[in-house]
Protein backbone atom coordinates (compact mmCIF):
# COMPACT_ATOMS: atom_id res chain seq x y z
CA UNK A 1 0.00 0.00 0.00
CA UNK A 2 2.58 2.43 0.59
CA UNK A 3 4.66 1.74 -2.63
CA UNK A 4 1.52 2.53 -4.50
CA UNK A 5 1.13 5.81 -2.73
CA UNK A 6 4.63 6.45 -3.55
CA UNK A 7 4.06 5.61 -6.92
CA UNK A 8 0.96 7.92 -7.36
CA UNK A 9 2.83 10.52 -5.59
CA UNK A 10 5.97 10.32 -8.50
CA UNK A 11 3.39 10.24 -11.21
CA UNK A 12 1.71 13.18 -9.99
CA UNK A 13 4.89 15.51 -9.51
CA UNK A 14 6.34 14.35 -12.91
CA UNK A 15 2.92 15.60 -14.60
CA UNK A 16 3.18 19.14 -12.84
CA UNK A 17 7.10 19.76 -13.77
CA UNK A 18 5.78 18.31 -17.44
CA UNK A 19 3.08 21.09 -17.10
CA UNK A 20 5.11 23.34 -15.91
CA UNK A 21 7.53 22.99 -18.77
CA UNK A 22 5.20 23.28 -21.02
CA UNK A 23 3.79 26.13 -19.45
CA UNK A 24 7.47 28.29 -19.67
CA UNK A 25 8.06 26.70 -23.28
CA UNK A 26 5.04 28.57 -24.78
CA UNK A 27 5.54 31.74 -22.37
CA UNK A 28 9.12 32.44 -24.47
CA UNK A 29 7.84 31.00 -27.61
CA UNK A 30 4.43 32.93 -27.88
CA UNK A 31 2.17 30.23 -29.95
CA UNK A 32 5.40 28.09 -30.68
CA UNK A 33 5.54 29.46 -34.33
CA UNK A 34 8.60 31.11 -36.10
CA UNK A 35 7.90 34.88 -36.29
CA UNK A 36 8.89 36.68 -39.63
CA UNK A 37 11.35 38.55 -40.09
CA UNK A 38 10.97 42.22 -41.77
CA UNK A 39 13.08 43.12 -44.34
CA UNK A 40 13.21 46.60 -45.83
CA UNK A 41 15.25 47.97 -48.87
CA UNK A 42 17.84 50.74 -47.97
CA UNK A 43 20.73 52.12 -50.39
CA UNK A 44 24.68 50.87 -49.57
CA UNK A 45 28.01 51.54 -51.31
CA UNK A 46 29.03 49.05 -54.12
CA UNK A 47 32.42 50.16 -54.07
CA UNK A 48 34.86 52.39 -51.59
CA UNK A 49 33.90 55.85 -52.22
CA UNK A 50 36.36 58.70 -51.13
CA UNK A 51 35.61 61.96 -49.37
CA UNK A 52 34.67 64.76 -51.63
CA UNK A 53 33.68 62.60 -54.32
CA UNK A 54 30.38 63.14 -55.82
CA UNK A 55 28.04 60.22 -56.34
CA UNK A 56 27.10 58.13 -59.06
CA UNK A 57 24.46 55.49 -59.64
CA UNK A 58 27.54 53.01 -60.37
CA UNK A 59 28.63 53.36 -56.35
CA UNK A 60 25.55 51.97 -55.54
CA UNK A 61 23.46 49.18 -55.08
CA UNK A 62 20.08 48.39 -53.54
CA UNK A 63 20.11 45.46 -50.89
CA UNK A 64 17.56 44.20 -48.17
CA UNK A 65 18.14 43.82 -44.37
CA UNK A 66 15.80 43.25 -41.24
CA UNK A 67 14.14 46.66 -40.11
CA UNK A 68 15.67 46.60 -37.28
CA UNK A 69 19.40 46.65 -38.61
CA UNK A 70 18.09 49.67 -40.71
CA UNK A 71 20.01 52.64 -40.04
CA UNK A 72 16.97 55.43 -39.16
CA UNK A 73 19.33 58.40 -41.74
CA UNK A 74 19.96 55.74 -44.33
CA UNK A 75 18.72 56.29 -47.98
CA UNK A 76 15.98 54.26 -49.38
CA UNK A 77 16.42 55.14 -53.19
CA UNK A 78 19.38 56.06 -55.29
CA UNK A 79 17.91 59.39 -56.68
CA UNK A 80 18.29 60.55 -52.92
CA UNK A 81 21.62 60.78 -52.89
CA UNK A 82 23.11 60.95 -56.67
CA UNK A 83 25.42 63.93 -57.44
CA UNK A 84 25.99 64.43 -53.95
CA UNK A 85 29.42 65.12 -52.39
CA UNK A 86 30.66 62.83 -49.56
CA UNK A 87 32.07 64.30 -46.80
CA UNK A 88 33.51 61.19 -45.48
CA UNK A 89 35.13 58.07 -47.19
CA UNK A 90 32.13 55.11 -47.42
CA UNK A 91 33.27 51.60 -47.40
CA UNK A 92 32.20 49.23 -49.42
CA UNK A 93 28.89 47.49 -47.99
CA UNK A 94 27.93 50.46 -45.95
CA UNK A 95 24.50 52.09 -45.93
CA UNK A 96 24.85 55.01 -47.47
CA UNK A 97 23.91 57.88 -44.77
CA UNK A 98 22.10 61.46 -45.70
CA UNK A 99 24.55 62.83 -42.81
CA UNK A 100 27.79 61.19 -44.78
CA UNK A 101 26.79 63.63 -47.35
CA UNK A 102 26.46 67.39 -48.44
CA UNK A 103 23.20 68.85 -49.26
CA UNK A 104 22.01 68.64 -52.96
CA UNK A 105 23.53 71.60 -54.85
CA UNK A 106 26.36 72.37 -52.16
CA UNK A 107 30.13 72.05 -53.99
CA UNK A 108 32.71 71.21 -50.83
CA UNK A 109 35.30 73.46 -49.73
CA UNK A 110 38.97 73.25 -51.62
CA UNK A 111 40.03 71.42 -48.29
CA UNK A 112 38.30 68.23 -49.69
CA UNK A 113 39.79 68.03 -52.75
CA UNK A 114 43.58 69.09 -51.41
CA UNK A 115 45.29 65.33 -52.23
CA UNK A 116 46.94 63.95 -48.86
CA UNK A 117 50.44 65.37 -47.72
CA UNK A 118 49.43 68.51 -49.87
CA UNK A 119 48.93 72.11 -49.78
CA UNK A 120 47.10 74.41 -51.68
CA UNK A 121 49.28 77.34 -53.10
CA UNK A 122 47.71 80.28 -55.16
CA UNK A 123 50.18 82.61 -57.60
CA UNK A 124 48.84 85.21 -59.06
CA UNK A 125 48.86 84.86 -63.01
CA UNK A 126 48.12 87.01 -66.03
CA UNK A 127 47.47 86.13 -69.84
CA UNK A 128 51.23 85.10 -70.51
CA UNK A 129 51.53 83.49 -66.85
CA UNK A 130 48.56 81.57 -67.54
CA UNK A 131 49.23 80.29 -71.02
CA UNK A 132 46.22 82.58 -72.59
CA UNK A 133 43.69 80.70 -70.00
CA UNK A 134 44.17 77.44 -71.38
CA UNK A 135 44.97 76.12 -67.94
CA UNK A 136 41.86 73.85 -66.36
CA UNK A 137 41.67 72.17 -62.95
CA UNK A 138 42.77 68.64 -62.90
CA UNK A 139 45.67 69.99 -65.61
CA UNK A 140 49.39 69.66 -64.97
CA UNK A 141 52.07 72.10 -65.22
CA UNK A 142 55.81 72.86 -64.91
CA UNK A 143 56.65 75.98 -62.65
CA UNK A 144 59.27 78.49 -63.98
CA UNK A 145 61.37 81.11 -61.99
CA UNK A 146 63.52 84.33 -63.30
CA UNK A 147 65.53 85.64 -60.83
CA UNK A 148 68.80 87.72 -60.44
CA UNK A 149 71.80 84.78 -60.40
CA UNK A 150 73.56 85.05 -57.63
CA UNK A 151 76.37 87.03 -58.59
CA UNK A 152 73.91 89.82 -59.42
CA UNK A 153 75.69 90.28 -63.11
CA UNK A 154 72.62 88.09 -64.83
CA UNK A 155 69.06 86.54 -64.69
CA UNK A 156 68.71 83.29 -64.60
CA UNK A 157 65.43 80.99 -66.13
CA UNK A 158 64.79 77.62 -63.93
CA UNK A 159 62.18 75.33 -63.35
CA UNK A 160 61.36 75.20 -59.68
CA UNK A 161 58.80 72.54 -59.70
CA UNK A 162 57.32 69.91 -62.47
CA UNK A 163 54.29 68.02 -62.86
CA UNK A 164 52.15 69.99 -60.64
CA UNK A 165 48.46 69.37 -60.28
CA UNK A 166 46.34 72.74 -60.93
CA UNK A 167 43.17 72.01 -57.91
CA UNK A 168 41.31 75.34 -59.28
CA UNK A 169 41.54 78.29 -61.50
CA UNK A 170 40.46 81.41 -59.49
CA UNK A 171 37.50 79.99 -57.58
CA UNK A 172 36.49 77.51 -60.22
CA UNK A 173 37.24 73.92 -59.14
CA UNK A 174 35.87 72.39 -61.78
CA UNK A 175 36.32 71.94 -65.46
CA UNK A 176 33.75 72.64 -67.62
CA UNK A 177 33.68 71.19 -71.41
CA UNK A 178 31.52 74.16 -72.35
CA UNK A 179 33.42 77.18 -70.87
CA UNK A 180 35.49 78.73 -73.11
CA UNK A 181 39.33 79.96 -72.12
CA UNK A 182 39.23 82.51 -69.78
CA UNK A 183 42.04 84.74 -68.69
CA UNK A 184 42.09 84.82 -64.68
CA UNK A 185 44.14 86.79 -61.99
CA UNK A 186 45.37 83.27 -59.88
CA UNK A 187 45.70 79.69 -59.97
CA UNK A 188 45.85 76.91 -57.39
CA UNK A 189 48.60 74.68 -56.95
CA UNK A 190 48.79 71.24 -54.82
CA UNK A 191 52.08 71.31 -53.89
CA UNK A 192 54.04 69.71 -50.77
CA UNK A 193 55.32 72.31 -48.12
CA UNK A 194 58.74 72.29 -49.29
CA UNK A 195 57.80 73.15 -52.51
CA UNK A 196 55.20 75.42 -51.39
CA UNK A 197 58.44 77.18 -50.01
CA UNK A 198 60.05 77.00 -53.16
CA UNK A 199 57.15 78.87 -55.07
CA UNK A 200 56.59 81.21 -52.76
CA UNK A 201 60.21 81.86 -52.72
CA UNK A 202 60.83 82.15 -56.43
CA UNK A 203 57.36 84.53 -56.60
CA UNK A 204 58.60 87.38 -53.70
CA UNK A 205 61.79 87.52 -55.74
CA UNK A 206 61.40 86.83 -59.16
CA UNK A 207 58.73 86.11 -62.12
CA UNK A 208 57.12 82.55 -62.25
CA UNK A 209 56.04 81.30 -65.97
CA UNK A 210 53.75 77.98 -65.94
CA UNK A 211 54.35 75.36 -68.91
CA UNK A 212 51.27 73.56 -69.35
CA UNK A 213 51.92 69.60 -70.00
CA UNK A 214 50.65 67.33 -72.71
CA UNK A 215 47.78 64.83 -70.95
CA UNK A 216 50.45 61.61 -70.99
CA UNK A 217 53.49 63.41 -69.79
CA UNK A 218 54.28 61.74 -66.59
CA UNK A 219 58.13 61.73 -66.43
CA UNK A 220 60.04 64.07 -65.21
CA UNK A 221 63.60 65.49 -67.11
CA UNK A 222 66.20 67.54 -65.98
CA UNK A 223 67.18 70.64 -68.01
CA UNK A 224 70.33 73.05 -66.90
CA UNK A 225 69.22 76.33 -65.88
CA UNK A 226 69.04 79.19 -68.27
CA UNK A 227 71.30 82.66 -67.93
CA UNK A 228 70.87 85.66 -69.50
CA UNK A 229 74.31 85.39 -70.38
CA UNK A 230 74.54 81.91 -71.98
CA UNK A 231 70.83 83.49 -73.84
CA UNK A 232 73.13 86.54 -75.37
CA UNK A 233 75.83 84.45 -76.43
CA UNK A 234 73.81 82.17 -78.15
CA UNK A 235 71.95 84.74 -79.95
CA UNK A 236 75.28 86.39 -80.97
CA UNK A 237 76.67 83.40 -82.52
CA UNK A 238 73.34 82.41 -84.77
CA UNK A 239 72.96 86.39 -85.98
CA UNK A 240 76.64 86.92 -86.08
CA UNK A 241 77.18 88.08 -90.34
CA UNK A 242 80.37 86.29 -91.59
CA UNK A 243 83.06 88.46 -93.56
CA UNK A 244 82.73 87.98 -97.72
CA UNK A 245 85.63 85.82 -99.12
CA UNK A 246 87.51 87.99 -101.27
CA UNK A 247 87.94 86.65 -104.68
CA UNK A 248 91.19 87.41 -106.30
CA UNK A 249 90.96 90.59 -108.57
CA UNK A 250 90.73 90.14 -112.26
CA UNK A 251 93.31 92.85 -114.04
CA UNK A 252 91.51 93.81 -117.01
CA UNK A 253 93.73 95.47 -119.54
CA UNK A 254 92.50 98.51 -121.38
CA UNK A 255 91.40 97.09 -125.39
CA UNK A 256 93.59 98.42 -128.19
CA UNK A 257 91.67 100.22 -130.66
CA UNK A 258 91.08 98.65 -133.61
CA UNK A 259 94.10 98.80 -136.37
CA UNK A 260 92.68 99.54 -140.08
CA UNK A 261 93.10 97.10 -142.51
CA UNK A 262 96.02 97.06 -144.55
CA UNK A 263 95.97 98.23 -147.87
CA UNK A 264 97.34 96.13 -150.55
CA UNK A 265 99.45 97.87 -153.42
CA UNK A 266 97.56 97.89 -156.83
CA UNK A 267 98.81 95.18 -159.07
CA UNK A 268 101.21 96.17 -162.19
CA UNK A 269 99.21 95.95 -165.47
CA UNK A 270 101.19 94.62 -168.47
CA UNK A 271 100.96 96.46 -171.74
CA UNK A 272 102.50 95.19 -174.90
CA UNK A 273 103.59 98.03 -177.41
CA UNK A 274 103.93 97.49 -180.71
CA UNK A 275 106.20 99.52 -182.73
CA UNK A 276 106.82 98.43 -186.14
CA UNK A 277 107.65 95.12 -186.50
CA UNK A 278 109.12 95.61 -182.73
CA UNK A 279 107.18 94.50 -179.73
CA UNK A 280 108.21 95.15 -176.33
CA UNK A 281 106.01 94.86 -172.89
CA UNK A 282 105.75 98.15 -170.39
CA UNK A 283 104.19 97.79 -166.69
CA UNK A 284 101.54 100.18 -165.77
CA UNK A 285 100.58 100.82 -162.33
CA UNK A 286 97.24 101.94 -161.68
CA UNK A 287 96.36 104.94 -158.98
Do not use: C
Not at 8 to 31: D, E, K, N, Q
Not at 194 to 219: H, S, Y
Request: proline share 7%.
Amino acid sequence: MRKRKLLLMAAALGLLAAILTYTFIRSIGGSGEVQEVKEVGVVVASTDIPSGTPVTANMLRLAQVAETALHPDAAAAPNEVIGRITKAPIVRGEQILHSRLLPAGVRPSLSFVIPSGKRAVSVAVNEVVGVAGFIKPGDRVDVLATMDSADGKSAVTSTVLQNVEVLAIAQDMEERVDKEPKVTTTVTLAVSLAEAQKITLAEETGVLRLALRPENAADREWVNPTTSTQLAGAAGSQGAVKPAVQKPAVQKTAAKPPQPAPVEPAPDYQVEVIRGTDRSTVSVKMN
